[in-house]
C-alpha cells in the first residue's frame, strides 16, 4: 500500500537566507525594542543605591527618548514601500544613540571609572548577534560604537573641569583604560563576527554557480527559488530539497537524494519544448540537493484557474496537446511522470508566445525498464492524492504512461470545472475514491457547456482499468487535435487574454480569486 504525499512535511530552507533583508532588520529594532528599557532595572539600582546622586528621572527620559525612536523605527520598517537602505541607516542610528546614551548615563554613574562602559559591549554584542553584514557596511556603526564613550567623556572633560581632572588622575584612567579596552575589543569582534555570520550566510545561498534571489514558491518537496547566474546574466530557478527533510534516518536521506539526482537526470535528457529546461543539478555544501532550471515566466495551472477561473474549452486542449507533447517524449524514453498535477503545469508566456506549457517536475519519474524497487518503498511517495490513478494507489508495481494520462484526465477536469475529480476531506478518502468512486462527468458539475466529445475524452482518461484509457500520450494528443480543429485556441485569442489580465507576464492585476459560477474555486492540493 502506497502512502499519499501528504506525509512529508513541505521543507522550509530558513537557513539558507529565507529571511529577507527587511526581516533581520525589524528582529534587530525588536530586540533593541526589549532589551533597551529592561535595563531600567538596572539604572534603578545604581541611582538609588550605588549611585545615590545620580538623576534617575533624567535616566528616565533617556530611556523613553530612545525607546521611542526604536518604535517609530520600527514602525517605519513594517511599511512595505519604505526603502531599504534606509531604513538599514535608521536601526544603525538607533544602535549609535544607545552608545552615546550610556555614555551619557556613566557621567553621573562614576564618570570615566563607570562601569556602564560595559553597556557599551552589550549593543555591540546585541548587534552582532542579530545583524549578518558585510563588515563595510558595519563599519560606520562600530566606529560609532567603538568611541562613543571616550568621545562623550572627552566632550564633558572640555566644558567641566571636575571632569577634566578625572582624565589627570591616575588611578581613574588606569580603570578607564583596563575597561575600554574590553569595550573596544568587543566592538572589533562584533564587527568581526556580523561579517563572518554574514559570509556564512552567502555561501549558504550560493549553488554551484548561482545564487538565490528570492522565493519563488513551496511545495511538498521543497522550496523554488529565483536564482541568477554568478558570471552570465542568465535569469534562472533553482528547486532545493534538504535532506534531513526526509527523516532522520540515513538510508532515507540517500534514498531521497538518489531519487532527486534520478529526477534531475531524467528531465535533462528531456528535448521536447514542452518539458522544463534543466541547466544544471548538485549538492550544495550545506547538503541540499538542488537543480537549476528556465525561470519561467507565468503562472502554474492551480493559480491560473484558482484566479481566474475554469478555462474555455479551447484554451483547455491547447494546453492539454502540449502537456501530452512533453509526457509523448517522456514516456517513448521510458520515464513516467507519475506526479502530473495542475502545479506541475506552467502556463507561460515563452518569447513571443503566450499558453505556452512547461511540464515540470518529472520528481517521481521512474524508469521503466530498470525500476530500483527499493527507491520507490523507501520513499513511499507516488504522487498527489487529487491526481492519482488507481494502480498507483493500489502500489502493485504496474504502473506505466496510462498512469500519467489518468492524471492528465484530473488535470483536464480542473481546467474545465474548477474542480477535483472527487473533493474528498482528507487524502485517504480521496485515494478510495480514485480507486472505487465513479466519477461525474464534467457537464453534470459546471453550468457552462462543456463539448461532449471534449466531456467523453475527459473521462475516457478516468478509466480504473489503464486498457480503457487512451493508451499512449500520442493517442490523447491525436485525439485533442482532431477537437482542436473544431475548438481552436489561436495565438490572437491567447494574447488578448494575457493582454487583459497578465500584460507584465507574471504579475496578475488582482489576486483574489476568482469566482466559477455561484462557487469559489477550492483550493486543492
Ligand atoms: N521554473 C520555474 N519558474 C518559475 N516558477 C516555478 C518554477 N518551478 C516551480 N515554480 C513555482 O514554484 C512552486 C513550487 O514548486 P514545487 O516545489 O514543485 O511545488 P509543487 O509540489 O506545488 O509542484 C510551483 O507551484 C511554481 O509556481
Ligand atoms: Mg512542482
Avoid at 487529487?386 to 481546467?415: I, K, N
Avoid at 484509457?469 to 487535435?481: K, N, W
Wanted: aromatic fraction near 10%; charged fraction near 15%; charge should be neutral.
Amino acid at each position: 500500500m502506497v502512502e499519499p504525499s501528504t506525509p512529508l512535511p513541505p521543507a522550509t530552507i530558513t537557513t539558507i537566507g529565507a529571511v529577507t533583508d527587511r526581516q533581520v532588520i525589524l528582529r534587530a529594532i525588536r530586540a533593541g525594542l526589549w532589551i533597551w528599557p529592561s535595563f531600567a532595572l538596572l539604572d534603578a539600582y545604581m541611582c538609588f543605591v550605588a549611585y545615590p546622586v545620580a538623576p534617575f528621572a533624567l535616566f528616565v527620559a533617556y530611556r523613553v527618548t530612545l525607546e521611542i525612536g526604536f518604535v517609530v523605527v520600527y514602525r517605519v520598517g513594517l511599511r512595505e514601500g519604505s526603502n531599504l537602505d534606509r531604513l538599514f541607516f535608521w536601526h544603525s542610528l538607533t544602535y549609535r544613540a544607545a552608545a552615546v546614551i550610556i555614555s551619557l548615563m556613566a557621567i553621573h554613574l562614576g564618570g570615566i571609572r563607570s562601569p556602564y562602559m560595559h553597556g557599551i559591549s552589550i549593543v555591540a554584542l546585541v548587534w552582532a548577534a542579530l545583524e549578518p553584514v558585510p563588515w563595510r557596511r558595519a563599519l560606520p556603526t562600530f566606529i560609532w560604537i567603538g568611541l562613543a564613550f571616550p568621545a562623550v567623556m572627552g566632550i564633558g572633560a572640555a566644558v567641566s573641569p571636575s571632569a577634566r581632572a578625572e582624565w589627570l588622575n591616575a588611578s581613574a584612567l588606569t580603570v578607564f583604560i583596563s575597561n575600554y579596552v574590553f569595550v573596544l575589543a568587543s566592538s572589533v569582534l562584533s564587527l568581526l563576527l556580523s561579517h563572518t555570520v554574514w559570509q556564512a550566510q552567502q555561501q549558504a545561498r550560493t549553488f554551484g554557480s548561482y545564487q538565490l534571489e528570492s522565493l519563488l514558491g513551496r511545495g511538498g518537496m521543497g522550496e523554488v527559488w529565483r536564482a541568477r547566474h554568478r558570471l552570465l546574466a542568465r535569469r534562472a530557478a533553482i528547486k532545493l530539497v534538504r535532506a534531513d527533510k526526509f527523516g532522520g534516518r540515513a538510508d532515507r536521506k540517500q534514498a531521497a537524494l538518489a531519487r532527486f539526482e534520478r529526477e534531475a537526470q531524467a528531465t535533462a535528457s528531456l528535448r521536447s519544448p514542452h518539458t522544463v529546461e534543466l541547466y544544471d543539478f548538485g549538492i550544495s555544501d550545506v547538503g541540499t540537493f538542488y537543480y537549476v532550471m528556465e525561470l519561467l515566466e507565468g503562472l502554474d495551472a492551480t493559480a491560473l484557474v484558482e484566479r481566474f477561473g475554469p478555462l474555455p474549452a479551447e484554451r483547455a486542449i491547447h494546453i492539454l496537446q502540449q502537456v501530452c507533447d512533453s509526457l509523448g517524449e517522456a514516456h517513448a524514453a521510458g520515464l513516467v511522470h507519475r506526479d502530473i498535477k495542475p502545479s506541475n503545469l506552467y502556463v507561460c508566456s515563452y518569447g513571443r508566445t503566450v499558453d505556452f506549457v512547461k511540464v515540470l517536475d518529472f520528481g517521481l519519474v521512474k524508469p521503466l525498464a530498470t525500476e530500483n524497487a527499493q527507491l520507490t518503498t523507501q520513499l513511499a511517495v507516488h504522487g498527489t492524492p487529487a491526481f492519482m490513478a488507481p494502480e498507483q494507489v493500489q502500489g502493485d508495481g504496474h504502473t506505466d504512461g496510462r498512469s500519467d494520462l489518468y492524471a492528465v484526465g484530473c488535470v483536464a477536469y480542473w481546467l474545465l470545472t474548477g474542480r477535483r475529480v472527487f473533493e474528498a476531506e482528507t487524502a485517504m478518502q480521496a485515494l478510495v475514491q480514485h480507486v472505487y468512486g465513479t466519477p461525474t462527468p464534467l457537464s453534470e458539475r459546471v453550468p457552462q457547456p462543456i463539448p461532449p466529445e471534449l466531456d467523453a475524452l475527459v473521462m475516457s482518461c478516468l478509466q480504473k482499468d489503464p486498457a480503457n484509457r487512451p493508451q499512449t500520450a500520442d493517442a490523447l494528443a491525436d485525439a485533442l487535435a482532431v477537437l482542436a480543429w473544431a475548438y481552436p485556441w489561436p495565438q490572437d485569442r491567447a494574447r488578448a487574454w494575457w493582454q487583459e489580465h497578465l500584460p507584465s507576464g507574471s504579475e496578475p492585476f488582482s489576486t483574489e480569486p476568482a469566482q466559477t459560477g455561484t462557487q469559489r474555486v477550492r483550493k486543492h492540493g
